[in-house]
Each structure stands twice: as C-alpha cells, then as structure tokens.
C-alpha cells in the first residue's frame, strides 16, 4: 500500500510553462515535505509545510490538512527544473511517494 | 553553507561481507536519519536516532542492520552479512532540533552486492 501518492509519475512541459505536481496522503502527519531529487541522484528539501502556503523563488506548495492533499507549483518553468519531485510526509514513520518526474523542454 | 557528507561515494561488497557507511551529519543538527533508494524505486525510511538511540525504525531495519553515532561527529550504518537485495543508494540526512524539521540530505552511497 502507498500512504503517500503523487501524481502525475511524468510531466513534460514547454519553457516558461505553470506547473502543478499534486500529492495525496492517507496516514496522519505532523509534517510533509518537498523534495528535488536531481539526475545524479542527490536530494535538496525544497519546503517543509504543516499548514498554509509557502513561496521561495518561483516554487510554492500548499497544503490542505482536512483533504490530505498538497500541491507543488513552479511558475514560469525552466530547463534547469529538470528532477525528479518527491513528496514525503513526517507521520509515527517517514513516507515517501514515488515521485514525479519532470522535464522542461526549451 | 554546511552540508551533509557521506563516505565512501561507491562500495562494492561480495554477499554475506559487512559494511559500513558513514555519515558526519551537520554539525549542530540532533536528529539523524538512515534511508536507501533501490534503483528505479522509492525511497524508503530505515532508521532515525536521536539522544544517542534509535527514535524510529521501518519494518526494513532488521537485525541486519544497525546503526552508531562513535564519537560526536559520525553516524554510521552497519549491514552485516549483505545480500543481494541490499544494493541501493543510502542517503544519510540531519535535522536541527524536532523530527518534523527540514532535513538536509547527504549526496548518498551507493552500495553494490556482488
């Protein structure tokens, strides 16, 4: 079973684009985070969220406690947004889904 | 800026020999977490620690695994007897003060079972 679910697994967008990566949980959290996982393999936390919304730069994630939804938008899209998206939540155990992958096309 | 270092980037390892990973999670963070990434899959949680102990562990970290902090600055993960299914990318991570903080990854070992 996956407690923690993204959608969608693939995304392939035009430069300067508006994109939406969604995530979806079943277990109670306390926490959920974003995450870039880049070619190479390595991880950088891009927000860590329990209620509200969050901006830095051009990436802004949400997240609605009573749906147990997040979303990760990145405004006017760039080649270097290549990765791979992770959302992760902090519940009694650390979930993650299993990503989206997103390539921005120049 | 201070990061999360892990050693060594690549360990390859003959079926039933033992390993140990290393991480120097950054140096004022308390919680310390243990996960690895099987090629193509998710990633998965093994182990956190903090105070000196295990403060959670997935259903994954069994008795094969274990894991130390030695002295103030490493924490390490100990496999013994490696199978093959133990190859993977393992990510150490750190946080500052609570669980639910931002955690910084390290750039991960990938250990490889032969």
């Known amino acids: 079973k996956n407690e923690v679910e993204q959608s969608p697994q693939n995304l392939t967008a035009q430069e300067g684009e508006f994109i939406t990566i969604n995530c979806s949980y079943s277990v109670g959290i306390s926490a959920l985070h974003w995450l870039q996982q880049h070619p190479g393999g390595g991880i950088v936390s891009l927000f860590m969220l329990s209620s509200g919304k969050k901006k830095h730069g051009r990436l802004i994630a949400t997240i609605n406690i009573q749906e147990k939804h997040s979303s990760l938008h990145i405004t006017a899209s760039h080649p270097r947004d290549s990765a791979v998206y992770i959302c992760a939540v902090t519940g009694n155990q650390f979930y993650f889904g299993t990503g989206t992958s997103l390539t921005v096309i120049p | 800026e201070p990061e999360v270092t892990q050693t060594p980037s690549h360990q390859v390892t003959q079926m039933g020999q033992e390993v140990i990973l290393r991480c120097v999670p950054i140096s004022n963070h308390l919680y310390f977490y243990w996960y690895r990434q099987i090629l193509g899959q998710k990633v998965e949680f093994l182990v956190s620690f903090y105070n000196n102990e295990i403060s959670e562990k997935s259903e994954i970290f069994d008795d094969q695994f274990s894991v130390e902090r030695p002295d103030g600055s490493n924490f390490t993960l100990k496999i013994r007897s490696t199978k093959l299914e133990d190859s993977a990318m393992y990510f150490c991570?750190?946080?500052?003060?609570?669980?639910?903080?931002?955690?910084?990854f390290g750039p991960g070992t990938r250990l490889t079972v032969l």
């Open positions: 991570a750190s946080s500052e003060e609570a669980r639910t903080d931002t955690q910084y």
